[in-house]
């Protein structure tokens, strides 16, 4: 079985299928070979682009904060809150153990 090398760039679909145990059958074997290879001629046609004066970036698309700016607010007193506690110690709430 042939595997991928640098040189020739050629993946062969039925040893990637092998490894991966899929069964292709004939058809599916010669179309995903074919598709492969068009994604592989792509990609050369990309590397051959001059991409120098591009700047790196993380996204494709700019990414901006939807999120509200984080401003304080006034809330609920202290003795308000505790009074819908429904167990209490010390001014805080009281929870049941869930550790052992």
Same mark, same amino acid.
């Given at each position: 079985?042939a595997?991928? &090398?640098?040189s &020739?760039?050629?993946?062969?679909?039925?040893y =990637?299928?092998?490894?991966?145990?899929?069964k292709? &059958? @004939?058809?599916?074997t010669?179309?995903y !070979?074919?598709q #492969?290879e068009q994604? #592989?001629?792509y990609?050369?046609?990309? !590397?051959?682009l001059?991409v120098r004066?591009? @700047?790196p970036? *993380?996204?494709p698309?700019?990414?901006n904060?939807v999120? +509200?700016?984080?401003e304080?607010?006034p809330s609920? @007193?202290?003795?308000? =809150?505790?009074?819908?506690a @429904? *167990?209490q +110690?010390d001014?805080q709430?009281l =929870?049941p153990?869930? =550790?052992e």
């Open positions: 079985m595997k991928y &090398t640098e &020739t760039e050629h993946i062969d679909v039925s =990637v299928a092998h490894l991966a145990r899929l292709l &059958t @004939p058809e599916e010669v179309l !070979q074919s #492969l994604i #592989l001629d990609v050369k046609e990309l !590397q051959e001059d004066e591009v @700047p970036m *993380a996204h698309r700019p990414v904060n999120f +509200r700016a984080d304080g607010a609920l @007193p202290h003795e308000r =809150v505790m009074d819908n @429904p *167990a +110690r001014d709430f =929870v153990k869930i =550790v």
